[in-house]
């Protein structure tokens, strides 16, 4: 069984910065794509990041404050946000396309975090 579980979260004021993680664990064979959503409420999941074969892509909204990296050795997708703005408050989910040993390829999401951007 391979899944994703992230860290990081809480509240930040604006202006701040903070750092999410999300590792994948389990029978992993590759990682195809890892990549950042977040649901604000009353809104939909739209994307933040994603990186895949080294290249990486951002929404506009977070561009130039945001930055998605990969430690490949440790399976894990980072998110560094800075310059949070209180429209920066949602819901983040870590996404990720693994090949697995059994399972061929799978999606996947994490359990979410909560990021408030507050004064």
């Known amino acids: 069984q391979v899944q994703l579980v992230e860290s990081g979260g809480g509240l930040v004021h604006p202006g701040g910065s903070q750092r999410l993680s999300c590792a994948a664990s389990?029978?992993?064979?590759?990682?195809?794509?890892m990549g950042w959503y977040r649901q604000a409420p009353g809104k939909e999941r739209e994307l933040v990041a994603i990186?895949?074969?080294?290249?990486?892509d951002y929404a506009d909204a977070v561009k130039g404050r945001f930055t998605i990296s990969r430690d490949n050795a440790k399976n894990t997708v980072y998110l560094q946000m800075s310059s949070l703005k209180p429209e920066d408050t949602a819901v983040y989910y870590c996404?990720?396309?693994?090949?697995?040993?059994?399972?061929?390829?799978?999606?996947?999401w994490g359990q979410g975090t909560l990021v408030t951007v507050s004064s």
């Open positions: 990186t895949s074969g080294g290249t990486t």
């Open positions: 996404n990720a396309k693994i090949k697995t040993d059994v399972e061929g390829y799978v999606v996947l």
């Open positions: 389990g029978s992993i064979f590759s990682i195809a794509t």
